[in-house]
């Protein structure tokens, strides 16, 4: 059976892929992220997902490369990791009282054959209405500065929310381990 390689450099999604309790190795795909001319936040999703895998297959040429991306949206904009804390700060306003949806691709692909399974998680993350201190409290405490939408759903962000509408927790964080267990399994890579 083909190894398997996490087209990633995401802590998070390979913290993720470790549950699944599958030997893997990681490889960032650092690949250019930006959006074509009116792509929508699903097409773009996709389209990265594939796009990793695709960017090391020549490196790992008979593995399955699993690759995936997300894409937050609110209020028709997309969002993107703040980097900082007022970046952070501006983004947590904007999406008070509102609904985000995250676009989750998901991409394996067998390197040695060519071919490739692909699916789409959508999650909708429902938002308190929060006032500027307690956006400003929670971005201290937890810094979500490399976080789309920043917050941490697997920490104390789940405390910004009044629901989460989706199949798979672990899409939020960046990494659909339902969708991908069906995928491997596709592969004849059965997880249990």
Known sequence: MPSIVL???SQYRAALLSKLRLDFTVCSSDIDETALPGESAEALAGRLSLAKTQAISSIYPEHFIIGSDQVAVCKGRFLHKPGDLENAVRQLKAQSGQVVRFYTGLCVLNSASGEYLSDMDVCAVHFRSLNEQ????????EQ???CAGSFKAEGLGI????????EDPNALIGLPLIKLTALL???GVEVI
Do not use: H, M, N
């Open 7 to 9: 087209a990633s450099g």
């Open 134 to 141: 307690q956006i400003r409290r929670y971005v201290d405490l």
């Open 144 to 146: 979500p500065f490399d």
């Open 159 to 166: 405390a910004l929310f009044t629901k989460i509408e989706g």
């Open 185 to 187: 399994s596709r592969f």
